[in-house]
C-alpha cells in the first residue's frame, strides 16, 4: 500500500464512523457467507464441479490490514459453505514478514498456483507464487524468492486462449507481465499499462489518479469479450469494469457495478460463472464487530444484459438462491455452514476441521436440507471435557420445531472425539437445519460432524 494510499484511508476513516456505527449489529441471513472469521478479497475458482472461494483473512480486531494468512472455503449449492482451514500463511514464504493481501488462484500444469502481494522482509511489497498439487493445500513457496517487487499489490492472472498467461497487479498503477509456461518465470520487463479516462473512467477527485481505476483488478473472457473489472474511486471505492477485446486492451470504460458497502472502504470483485447461474464475490463490513479493517466476503447472482453488459448489483443480506438441496443421510462436516454465531474452526486432530469456541447459544444454520420421508436418528461426533452440555435439533429458526436434543457425554478433552446418537421426530421435507448449543458458561464442547439416519 503506498503512502499516498495509507493518507487516504486515514481522511476517510470519520467519513466512515457512521457508516460503520450503523452497520449490521444482529444478522441473520446468509450474507456474508462466513462468519467464524472476518474475510475480504474473494478469488472464485471453480474445480471438479464445486465452487472454491480464496479469501484473505482479516484478524480479529484489526486496527490496519493485518493479515497472517490465506483460507478456504467451498460449496455445491452456492448457500452451504464448507471451512477447508489455511492452504497458506506468511510462514510459507522464508523471505516475507507481513501483509498476506489479496490473492488469486489458477489451476494449470496439474497444479494450482497462488499468486499474492506480500511484503519481502527489509524490502517492499513484492508478489510471490504458492504452488500445490491439491486444491485445498498446503501450498509451498514455488521460487524460495518473489516473482516481481515494485510495491504494487493485487495481483490477478488470466490465460488468453493462445495460451499464453498474463500477470496484472495494481494501485495505484496498473502493471502487466507475460508468464512463461511454467507459470513461475515471465519473458520481457514488468509493463505499467496508460490509465486513461476513455479506458477506465473519470474520478471526482484527482489525488490519487484522474481516472477511476484504483486497485483489485479481475479479467476474464466470455462470448469473445474480456471483462476487466476493478475497485475504483477511492475512497471509498465502488466496483467499475471496462471491456476489451484483448488482454490488453485497448478497454473501454463501462461503469460502475456496485457502489459502497456498509462498514469498508475498500472493496474487491471476483466474477464466475457456475452451473448455469453468474455470481458477484465482493467485501463489506456487515458482520457484528466489522469495519474498514475487519471485511466480511459476500456473493450476489446476477444475468449479463442482452448486449453482454453488467447490470448494477445491489448488496443484499440473502444472497442467491440455494442450487440444491442438502443431504443429511451422509456425512456432513460441522464446518460446513449457511450461517453461524459465535463459532470458530480449527485444525482437528481427526482430521480436516471442527468447529470451535462453542459457548451456550452458539449456532449452526444449514440451508435447504432434504430430509424425505423422515429422519428417526442423528449421529453427531463430539469432543468434551465436561458433561452437562447439549445440542438441541431444530428447524426453520433456532428457536423452531425441536426435534431432537443431543446429550453430550465427557469424551476426555476437547480432540478425544466420541459419538451421541439420538432418536429424531417431525423431519420431513426440505427444512432449514439449526444446532443450538446449550449449557453452562465458557466453552462446552468441540464439533466434527454429523450424520441423520432413515
Not at 42 to 51: E, F, T, V
Not at 101 to 107: C, D, K, L, R
Not at 135 to 141: A, C, L, N, R, V
Amino acid at each position: 500500500m503506498t503512502k499516498l494510499f495509507r493518507c487516504l484511508i486515514n481522511l476517510h476513516i470519520l467519513l466512515l464512523l457512521d457508516a460503520t456505527n450503523h452497520a449490521i449489529t444482529s444478522v441473520r441471513a446468509d450474507n456474508p457467507i462466513i462468519q467464524t472469521i472476518y474475510t475480504s478479497d474473494p478469488a472464485p475458482i471453480i474445480y471438479n464441479n464445486r465452487l472454491y472461494v480464496f479469501v484473505s483473512h482479516d484478524e480479529d480486531g484489526s486496527k490496519v490490514f493485518t493479515q497472517k494468512d490465506w483460507r478456504l472455503f467451498s460449496t455445491t449449492d452456492m448457500a452451504n459453505w464448507q471451512d477447508h482451514g489455511i492452504p497458506m500463511s506468511l510462514e510459507t514464504f522464508d523471505w516475507a514478514d507481513r501483509d498476506a493481501w489479496a490473492g488469486h488462484v489458477v489451476h494449470r500444469n496439474n497444479k494450482f498456483y497462488y499468486y499474492v502481494p506480500i511484503h519481502r522482509r527489509g524490502g517492499d511489497m513484492a508478489i510471490g507464487v504458492g504452488v500445490s498439487d491439491n486444491i485445498e493445500g498446503p501450498f509451498k513457496d514455488a521460487l524460495g524468492k518473489p516473482l516481481v517487487e515494485n510495491g504494487a499489490i493485487d495481483p490477478d492472472v488470466y490465460i488468453d486462449d493462445d495460451g499464453q498467461a498474463y500477470l496484472y497487479w495494481s494501485n495505484p498503477g496498473l502493471w502487466y507481465l507475460q508468464l512463461n509456461s511454467d507459470m513461475v518465470s515471465y519473458s520481457g520487463n514488468p509493463t505499467q499499462i496508460n490509465l486513461t479516462t476513455e479506458a477506465f473512467g473519470t474520478r471526482s477527485s484527482t489525488r490519487v489518479s484522474s481516472t477511476g481505476f484504483q486497485e483489485g483488478g479481475w479479467i476474464y473472457k466470455r462470448n469473445g469479450t474480456i471483462y476487466f473489472v476493478y475497485a475504483s474511486h477511492c475512497c471509498p471505492e465502488s466496483i467499475a469494469y471496462s471491456v476489451g477485446s484483448g488482454p490488453l486492451g485497448p478497454w473501454t470504460y463501462k461503469g460502475v457495478i456496485m457502489t459502497q458497502g456498509p462498514g469498508s472502504f475498500t472493496n474487491h470483485p471476483g466474477v464466475i460463472d457456475y452451473k448455469n447461474n453468474s455470481y458477484f464475490f465482493y467485501h463489506n463490513g456487515a458482520l457484528p464487530g466489522g469495519s474498514e479493517w475487519t471485511r466480511s466476503v459476500s456473493v450476489e447472482r446476477f444475468e449479463y444484459n442482452s448486449d453482454g453488459s453488467i447490470p448494477q448489483t445491489e448488496q443484499t443480506l440473502m444472497g442467491p438462491p440455494q442450487l440444491e438441496t442438502l443431504d443429511p443421510y451422509i456425512r456432513q462436516e460441522a464446518e460446513t455452514m449457511a450461517f453461524s454465531s459465535g463459532l470458530k474452526t480449527q485444525v482437528s486432530s481427526n482430521g480436516g476441521i471442527d468447529v470451535t469456541s462453542i459457548e451456550n447459544g452458539d449456532y449452526i444454520k444449514l440451508k435447504g436440507v432434504d430430509f424425505g420421508s423422515g429422519a428417526k436418528s442423528l449421529v453427531v461426533c463430539v469432543a468434551s471435557k465436561d458433561t452437562g452440555s447439549r445440542i438441541e435439533v431444530r428447524l426453520a429458526s433456532k428457536e423452531g420445531i425441536l426435534i431432537g436434543v443431543c446429550d453430550i457425554s465427557q469424551t476426555g478433552d476437547l480432540q478425544t472425539w466420541g459419538f451421541d446418537r439420538r432418536d429424531i421426530s417431525g423431519a420431513t421435507g426440505v427444512q432449514d437445519l439449526f444446532f443450538l448449543f446449550k449449557g453452562g458458561n465458557g466453552l462446552l464442547f468441540n464439533f466434527d460432524w454429523w450424520q441423520f439416519n432413515q
